[in-house]
Structures are given as structure tokens and as C-alpha cells.
């Protein structure tokens, strides 16, 4: 069992899930490829399925595999692959955050603009 970081992370980085991760599962790419958006991602061998990023997640981005919402099956295998395409060293669990902490409002509409409503 793991967990995934789906769509509505990207651009949005604020890292509240990597601060309360306790094995350092969870990785920004620091390489520039065009197939991965930019947003986390959680490393399926590494997670232990202990669910604390979840509830630390304000944009409510992080689901468990087997609860990903239908609009973002294609996630749980982005998060897979992305370890796969690239190197260790491409990776950092030590992302600069992007943005502060969101309005409920601005959750909501993070949703919409990924069709999840
Ligand atoms: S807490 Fe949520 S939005 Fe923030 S970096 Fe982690 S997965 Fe992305
Ligand atoms: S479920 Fe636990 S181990 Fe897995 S990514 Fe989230 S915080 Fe890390």
C-alpha cells in the first residue's frame, strides 16, 4: 500500500506533507522534464503507509492508492514512473516551498481547475 500526491499539488509545493513524513519518502524533481508537472511525488517503495501526510496536506492533494479519485487514477502510476525515468540524485526531500498555506476558497477552486468537483 502507498500513498499518492495527484494533480492538485502542482504549482502549489507549499511541502507540509514532507515536513511530517517520517522516512523521507516524498521527492521534488530537481530535473527539467516535460512528462512530470511540477508537484511532489511519493515514492511507492519507500512509503510506509503510516497516512500522516495526508491530513497535513491543506490543497487535500494526497490520497491512498486505493482511494484515488477516479479523475486522477493516471497519478498513482506518475508517481511510480517518475522513480523510474530518473535517478537518485535527481531528487531532493528538501523542496523550497512555493506557496504559503490556502483559503478555503482557494482550495475549492485549485479542485475546479482540475475538474474535481
Ligand atoms: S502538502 Fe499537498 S500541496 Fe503541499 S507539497 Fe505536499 S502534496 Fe503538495
Ligand atoms: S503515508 Fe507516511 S510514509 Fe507514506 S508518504 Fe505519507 S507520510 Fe510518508
Known amino acids: 500500500m502507498t500513498w499518492v500526491i495527484t494533480k ?3 504549482d502549489c509545493k507549499d511541502i507540509e506533507c514532507v515536513e511530517v513524513c ?3 519518502c516524498i521527492y521534488d524533481l530537481t ?3 516535460d512528462k512530470y508537472p511540477n508537484q511532489l511525488y511519493i ?5 510506509i503507509d503510516c497516512a500522516a ?4 496536506c491543506p490543497w487535500e492533494a494526497i490520497y491512498q492508492d486505493e482511494a484515488v479519485p477516479e479523475i486522477f487514477q493516471e497519478d498513482t502510476q506518475i ?8 535517478q537518485p540524485d535527481e ?5 523550497t516551498p512555493l506557496r504559503q498555506q490556502p ?3 482557494e482550495v475549492e477552486e485549485n479542485k475546479k481547475k482540475w475538474g474535481f468537483t
Not at 515514492?43 to 512509503?47: G, I, L, M, R, V
Not at 531528487?91 to 523542496?95: A, L, M, N, R
Open 91 to 95: 531528487f531532493t526531500t528538501k523542496p
Open 8 to 10: 492538485l499539488c502542482i
Open 103 to 105: 483559503s478555503k476558497d
Open 43 to 47: 515514492h511507492p517503495d519507500e512509503c
Open 31 to 33: 530535473t527539467s522534464d
Open 79 to 86: 508517481n511510480a514512473q517518475v522513480f523510474e525515468d530518473h
Open 53 to 56: 501526510c495526508e491530513p497535513a
Open 22 to 24: 517520517p522516512v523521507d
